[in-house]
């Protein structure tokens, strides 16, 4: 596993710099475009995300990062090289996790990390305590010899992690990481990432879940349409753009336009306000219960109802007038 005293000979040169830089980045296929016009700049030792439905541009984004995929335009910068003309030299630095699972399910746990490591032209007598590093890491020692094909997703996934970790990386490129995963592998792929990043790795990843930007990201980038559209911490973006608390509140069918209207009267402060969805309206208030209580006075009768606090989903609907997982 990457230790904070991982060779960072560029980072130590220029500790004031990003380890990745864009600046106007650009990314058509075809007539279509991906990734438009936007600006970011990832921190050593940070966690960084892009989060975003899917089609917002995030892969694409990942992709140019990886150097496997070209820019149309702009600039992009990483660890202080140009992926056009020294991609081999980034990629020897990076550590990818693809959105899918790419092990070789007729290979051993053991022999996937191993035959991967060959792949960087580490040594064999330096891979085998690296490999048995890895797996510890990844709690998969007791399955090292076990054939891939019957393992868990959760096990897949971070056997995949693992993978990506053998060539020691400064960055590691994580796209959608916990897809498909049951909530407890999820919490487990988390803790793994989070022990990444204390011991020096830098996490960029793309993700579509709310509560996962939430945990794992220092600062991040909302993307729609190819877009930039707010950047900050989880905690600052949801200040900036939405209500301390939200009220959900649930009708038959038919009776949410006029239910949003009438909830409309209830609201007393300059930021509070009304979104009407296909299947509940939501309240953005200081004050969940009290709204709640408000909408009862004026005679509404909800089906159900429930009182939460503000995710970045809430932030997302009020950038972009849509729900996360539209």
């Known amino acids: 596993m990457p230790t904070a005293d991982t060779d960072l000979a560029w980072s130590a040169e220029h500790p004031g710099e990003p380890l990745i830089s864009a600046r106007r980045l650009t990314k058509h296929f075809g007539a279509f475009t991906a990734v438009d016009t936007i600006d970011f700049d990832v921190r050593r030792g940070e966690a960084f995300g892009f989060l975003g439905p899917n089609g917002a541009g995030k892969s694409s984004t990942m992709r140019m990062i990886g150097c496997v995929a070209p820019i149309t335009s702009g600039t992009l910068r ?25 092990l070789d399910t007729e290979l051993t746990v053991r022999e996937n990390l191993y035959i991967y490591g060959r792949y960087f032209g580490l040594p064999r007598a330096a ?4 490999v048995d590093e890895l797996l510890e890491f990844a709690q998969l020692t007791d399955r090292a010899n076990a054939k891939v094909e019957p393992l ?14 053998v060539n020691d990386p400064e960055i590691l490129l994580l796209d ?18 989070y022990r ?5 790795v830098t996490l960029v990843l793309t993700t579509h879940y709310m509560d996962e ?32 608390e939200v009220a959900e509140l649930r009708f038959a069918p038919g009776q949410n336009s006029e239910a949003a209207r009438q909830l409309a009267g209830v609201l007393t402060g300059a930021r509070e306000r009304v ?6 309206v939501l309240l953005y208030v ?17 089906i159900s109802s429930l009182v939460r606090r503000s995710t970045l989903e809430d932030v997302f609907l009020r950038l972009t007038g849509r729900s996360l997982v539209d």
């Not at 891979?127 to 690296?130: A, F, H, M, Q, T």
């Not at 990444?196 to 020096?200: D, I, M, R, S």
């Not at 911490?233 to 200040?239: A, D, E, M, Q």
Request: with cysteine.
């Open 78 to 102: 990483i660890l202080g090289m140009d992926p056009a003309t020294q991609g081999p030299k980034i990629r020897a630095r990076l550590g990818v996790v693809p959105q899918q699972d790419t």
């Open 127 to 130: 891979l085998g305590p690296k």
């Open 152 to 165: 868990s997703g959760g096990m897949k996934r971070r056997l995949t992690i693992a993978r990506s970790l």
């Open 176 to 193: 959608e990481p916990t897809t498909g995963l049951d909530p407890q592998a999820r919490h487990v792929l988390w803790d793994r990432l």
């Open 196 to 200: 990444l990043k204390q011991n020096g």
């Open 213 to 244: 930007a939430e945990q794992l990201c220092d600062r991040l980038v909302v993307m729609d349409g190819g877009r930039i559209v707010a950047e900050g911490s989880p905690r600052s973006l949801i200040v900036e753009h939405s209500t301390r």
């Open 275 to 280: 979104e009407q969805l296909p299947d509940r």
């Open 286 to 302: 200081a004050d969940g219960e009290h709204a709640l209580s408000r909408s009862h006075e004026i005679g509404l009768s909800p």
